[in-house]
């Protein structure tokens, strides 16, 4: 019964340290610039996945096709 009750207060314990650790401004800092990279990252992959036909913006993960390039999801999937 005690080595639960032990576990317990452990778990809550280092519960506590995380979010003491999140708190503090370097992590906020971090988590800032953690936001900002995913961005970019999301950002080149939309420009990537892009191309214009007559004026308008297709994208090549939206466009049908019927033959395999490495643009497709299933490149080299047997």
Do not use: C
Not at 14 to 20: F, G, K, P
Not at 42 to 55: I, K, N, P, Q, S
């Amino acid at each position: 019964m005690s080595d639960d009750n032990t576990a317990s207060k452990n778990y809550y314990k280092r519960i506590a340290q995380e979010l003491a650790e999140a708190e503090t401004p370097q992590a906020r800092y971090q988590a800032v610039l953690d936001r900002h990279w995913e961005a970019q990252r999301d950002l080149d992959f939309e420009e990537d996945d892009m191309y214009e036909v007559g004026g308008f913006q297709e994208f090549h993960s939206k466009t049908p096709s019927f033959h395999k390039s490495r643009r497709d999801r299933d490149w080299r999937v047997k």
